[in-house]
């Protein structure tokens, strides 16, 4: 499976960046995200984002554009 590699420049330093990684990953897997309905996304230092915390669950939901969804799950470590 290919994980998301979130852009560790200096431009991901807050979750809304960190969430627009994700969205572009999204977009360019298709194809993986069909066979595996996961993400997973890794590479960043949470202690280095200005929030200075992982992402919450109803901000990786906000992914999708919709707040409740399950498909695909996303997981950021």
């Known amino acids: 499976m290919k994980n998301a590699v979130i852009n560790e420049s200096a431009e991901c330093v807050i979750i809304p960046s960190l969430e627009t990684d994700l969205r572009v990953w999204r977009k360019e897997n ?3 995200l069909e066979k595996t309905k996961f993400i997973i996304g890794c590479s960043y230092d949470s202690a280095q984002l200005a929030e200075s915390r992982h992402p ?7 992914i999708d554009g919709v707040s409740d969804s399950t498909d695909p799950s996303i997981m950021t470590v």
């Open 30 to 32: 298709r194809a993986t």
């Open 56 to 62: 919450t669950r109803a901000e990786l939901d906000e």
